[in-house]
């Protein structure tokens, strides 16, 4: 093979006699040095120095450090800490500098004689070679035969980094080189291999894709692999394992999820098997959220099959009669007694049906009253930003000295999804005004430097104190989503979670404690309270008065909810949590929760505060949010690694300038104006 290759590229230059003698002189010299020099920082100096005025000098420095490398004694030993390693490194580090000098000496026959020579003896010295001789350059495919012959000895991990470093990925197809090293679990190698080629990386999930497919034939792909048997790694192959697999590189390669269709409609599918229970075993989603995450998660006629069929198996009919009408399913799909069904009565839509879901179920208000801690705000006070021009108005409103901001934040659950969550809603709250940011909108409308000066205006100033609860998660997602706040949320200032305020002072109780202030008896945990017509909440036995019986959810509260509850005497209502907060417009019951959500952090804090106050507690009423959730110092190695590898793709990445509509960045709009988001602020007093 050498010599058919050699006759198409022509022969590598070759030193004169002159120069041999002197490229042998400088060896004899570097071994010396290296096996008896004990001093490291010295031997690292005089080596360096002995090797750039070796390459300066050279007739042809590319032939003066092949030989150098070839001679080594340590060649074979295939380690980082060797001569020859670092012989090598010097080089890179020489023609990084002085290459332009003696590309001319550079030719297609030194470029394959380096190839061959740490492709054979030391694969760790392949980087620095690709670097210093720009083996990676547009016609290097005769290095293609070599990679075909790692792949015939079996050598995959070989053949796969040399083609992925000299960008020869196009020449191979995904059995060659893909399929031998997922059936050996080395997913790493494959990262690398198809890293910055697109249609590699949408090559790999598509296969993952096929593989979770229920009619694939495992064994036949196994047969034709050539695989040694005892490699491959079955507990791997299983479809549970590929698939999270591929969810994986979908989001790290940002892959449409339509490539992907069998192992997205089964994540979906399980995303909704898992709403079914929450509606109809744990009974904990109302109408209204149940409609629109239904909506959310059907998004293909295969789901919406599967609704149908899922609602049949909890025998809730006239349910599945309505979505079949409302997705216009195919007659002849239904089964004959859903058929029959439809063809006997008349169902509304969804919408029609959201108002009064169930009848027998207790309203919003009466759980609200009996059962939930509430917001007590006035309606016009809440004010939802999705622009420019109110975003600025109301930072710098609630950014004045002495205030107390609650914050909170909102986003759609993702129920497995492949696509990465994102923030939809933040909650601003102040003793005056309830900010609600609309995050979909305004990180299309908002420049970088206006993020920037929100973070530096609002979490840098120590003029203002900041309230979250467990919001180190929050603060991470808003580094990640919006870069440009990273440094000034480093020197985040006076920001408490009341999760740590909360257990500093529980620590530091007295052991003979008094109850809490939440007034609430401990044996009060009936599944059923009984409720005054008026809506206060009474314990005492039915008289004259009109009393209802409400039916309440028996879950734990835990969290901030619970905190409410000891707090101020009711746990939040949660029911609102799960909704889908990208939906625009907000239904007013999302808009109460995410409000009460910021604005009941106030409120826990004076009670903590007057709490510490009332014990003499000797606990710092405004400890500070670890910096290291700012800066994701915790990140998992998978998750770093992704972060690298986004980075590393928007250095390839052609540089496209981005154009924001000035009008957007003004906050003006062409369209119609959305009317008002007024909340259901209907409570009795």
């Not at 083996?135 to 000895?153: C, E, T």
């Not at 439809?342 to 009996?370: F, L, N, R």
């Not at 108005?393 to 934040?409: K, L, T, V």
């Not at 129920?415 to 299309?444: H, K, W, Y």
Request: one cysteine or more; hydrophobic letters at 35%.
């Amino acid at each position: 093979m050498e010599s058919v290759l050699q006759k198409k590229i022509g022969n590598s230059d070759m030193a004169s006699e002159e120069q041999k003698s002197l490229d042998k002189s400088v060896l004899v010299e570097l071994e010396k040095l290296w096996t008896e020099t004990k001093d490291r920082d010295k031997l690292k100096s005089s080596i360096s120095q002995i090797c750039q005025r070796t390459f300066s000098t050279s007739e042809n420095p590319y032939l003066t450090v092949i030989f150098l490398v070839e001679n080594c004694e340590d060649l074979r030993a295939g380690k980082t800490v060797s001569l020859s390693f670092t012989v090598m490194r010097e080089f890179e580090k020489w023609a990084k500098d002085n290459g332009s000098q003696f590309e001319h000496l550079l030719n297609n026959g030194l470029k394959l004689k380096a190839f061959r020579l740490v492709t054979t003896f030391h694969m760790l010295l392949f980087d620095p070679v690709v670097k210093s001789f720009c083996l990676r350059h547009s016609g290097n495919d005769y290095f293609v035969p070599y990679v075909k012959a790692f792949i015939s000895q079996g050598k995959d991990k070989e053949a796969a980094t040399v083609a992925s470093k000299l960008n020869l990925q196009s020449h191979f197809g995904i059995e060659e080189i893909i399929v031998p090293l997922l059936l050996q679990d080395k997913v790493n190698i494959i990262e690398n291999y198809v890293f910055r080629d697109k249609q590699q990386q949408e090559n790999v999930v598509a296969l993952l894709d096929r593989m979770c497919d229920r009619s694939f034939d495992l064994e036949d792909l196994l047969s034709k692999s050539g695989i040694s048997r005892s490699k491959i790694k079955r507990d791997k192959l299983h479809p549970k394992v590929l698939s999270k697999l591929a969810i994986r590189l979908m989001k790290l390669y940002q892959i449409p999820p339509e490539l992907c269709p069998n192992i997205c409609n089964a994540r979906s599918l399980g995303g909704l098997k898992f709403l079914m229970y929450k509606r109809y075993i744990e009974q904990s989603l109302t109408g209204e959220i149940w409609n629109e995450l239904v909506e959310g998660a059907v998004t293909t006629d295969f789901l919406k099959e599967q609704l149908i069929d899922l609602l049949i198996g909890y025998n809730e009919v006239a349910e599945a009669v309505k979505w079949a009408r409302y997705y216009n399913i195919d007659y002849e799909k239904l089964p004959e007694h859903l058929r029959d069904t439809m063809a006997d009565a008349e169902y509304s839509s969804p919408e029609a049906e959201s108002a009064d879901w169930d009848s027998e179920c207790y309203s919003e208000k009466e759980v609200e009253d009996a059962a939930y801690y509430s917001l007590d705000f006035p309606e016009e006070n809440i004010i939802f930003v999705d622009n420019r021009r109110d975003f600025l108005q109301h930072i710098r409103e609630i950014s004045q000295p002495g205030n107390i901001i609650g914050m909170d934040a909102e986003w759609r659950p993702s129920f497995g999804a492949s696509t990465p969550q994102r923030m939809a809603l933040f909650q601003l709250a102040t003793q005056n005004v309830i900010i609600l940011l609309d995050m979909l909108a305004l990180t299309e409308r908002l420049t970088a430097e206006d993020w920037k000066q929100f973070a530096v205006t609002v979490f840098a100033s120590d003029h203002v104190l900041k309230l979250g609860y467990g919001f180190g998660s929050d603060l991470q997602m808003l580094v990640k989503k919006i870069p440009s706040m990273q440094e000034p949320l480093l020197g985040t200032k006076r920001m408490v979670d009341l999760q740590t305020l909360h257990a500093r002072i529980e620590k530091s109780m007295p052991k003979e404690r008094v109850p809490d202030f939440s007034g609430m008896e401990e044996n009060d945990s009936d599944d059923d309270k009984v409720v005054e017509d008026s809506g206060s909440a009474s314990a005492a036995p039915c008289s004259e008065k009109s009393y209802t019986v409400i039916k309440t959810f028996k879950t734990e509260e835990r969290g901030l909810s619970d905190l409410v509850r000891q707090c101020l005497g009711k746990p939040l209502n949660k029911s609102q949590q799960m909704s889908d907060w990208e939906r625009r417009p907000l239904r007013p019951a999302q808009i109460t929760y995410a409000a009460l959500d910021a604005y009941v952090l106030l409120e826990v804090y004076q009670v903590l505060t007057s709490k510490i106050t009332a014990y003499g507690l000797k606990v710092n009423p405004e400890p500070n949010i670890p910096i290291g959730n700012v800066k994701g110092s915790k990140k998992s190695r998978q998750q770093r690694k992704q972060d690298h590898v986004r980075e590393k793709q928007k250095e390839l990445a052609p540089q496209t300038a981005e154009h924001q509509d000035q009008t957007a960045r003004e906050g003006h709009s062409t369209a119609t104006p959305r009317p008002a988001i007024t909340p259901d602020f209907q409570k009795t007093k």
